[in-house]
C-alpha cells in the first residue's frame, strides 16, 4: 500500500482544494487545445522519454496528481520519488500508481528546499515553473539533486500566443501563476537554455 512521506508541518498546500478541478483542466484536450494551442499527449511524451532514457533513480518535482506520469512511472521499474507540495496532489496520484509499485516513493515537500540526498540520473519537473517567481532558484535545486551527467527535464507556460497571454495574466492577477514571461525571457532567466516552444508550453532538458 503507498502512503505518503511528508517534510513539511503544514499538510495543506493551496493545491489541495483545487485537485479535483486541476485535475479535470490537465487532461482536457479541448481546453489545452483552445487556451494554450497545445495537447496532453505532449506532456506525456515528454515525460515517457524522460522516463525511459536511464535505468537509474528517477525524481519527479511538482509531481502533481500525475495524470501524465502514473502509467509510465508505474511501469518503468525505476527507483523513483514523486516530490509535491499538496497532499491531496499525491493522494490521486498514489491511486493512480496504484499498490503494485514498491519502486515509488511520494513525498511531500517543497521543490526549493528536498530532503533528499541528489543522485537522480533523471530528474523530472513538469508545469512548475511557470508558478514561481524566480525560475533559475528552481532549475539550481533541481541540478543539485542530479548526480554528475544526470539531466534535468521541465516544462512551463509562456506567453507564446493571445490567447495563452491573455490567460496567463488572468492566472497572475488571481495569484495562481508568477508574471507571464515569453519563452526569450524565460531562456534567459534560465541562463540562456535552449527552449522547445510548442503552443504556450516551452520544454527543456539540461545536463549536469
Not at 30 to 57: C, H, K, M
Not at 121 to 141: E, F, I, Q, S
Request: with cysteine; net charge negative.
Amino acid at each position: 500500500m503507498w502512503r505518503i512521506e511528508s517534510a513539511l508541518d503544514d499538510s495543506g498546500a493551496p493545491y489541495d482544494r483545487k485537485a479535483a478541478g486541476y485535475d479535470r483542466l490537465v487532461r482536457s484536450r479541448i481546453y489545452n487545445r483552445l487556451v494554450w494551442a497545445t495537447s496532453p499527449d505532449d506532456y506525456t511524451q515528454f515525460a515517457a522519454a524522460a522516463i525511459a532514457e536511464d535505468d537509474g533513480p528517477l525524481l519527479d518535482v511538482g509531481a502533481g496528481s500525475a495524470a501524465a506520469t502514473a502509467q509510465l512511472h508505474a511501469a518503468s521499474g525505476r527507483p523513483t520519488v514523486l516530490a509535491d507540495t499538496s497532499r491531496a496532489m499525491l493522494e490521486r496520484a498514489g491511486e493512480r500508481i496504484g499498490d503494485d509499485a514498491p519502486h515509488i516513493r511520494l513525498l511531500q515537500a517543497d521543490a526549493l528546499d528536498l530532503p533528499l540526498d541528489g543522485g537522480f540520473t533523471t530528474v523530472l519537473c513538469m508545469g512548475l515553473v511557470h508558478l514561481l517567481d524566480d525560475p533559475g532558484a528552481l532549475l539550481d535545486a533541481l541540478l543539485a539533486q542530479a548526480a554528475s551527467g544526470g539531466v534535468v527535464h521541465l516544462s512551463s507556460l509562456v506567453a507564446e500566443t493571445g490567447v495563452g497571454r491573455r490567460y496567463l495574466r488572468v492566472l497572475h492577477r488571481a495569484g495562481e501563476v508568477a508574471a507571464p514571461r515569453t519563452a526569450a525571457q524565460l531562456s534567459d532567466m534560465l541562463g540562456g537554455i535552449a527552449l522547445d516552444v510548442r503552443g504556450s508550453m516551452a520544454y527543456a532538458s539540461i545536463r549536469r
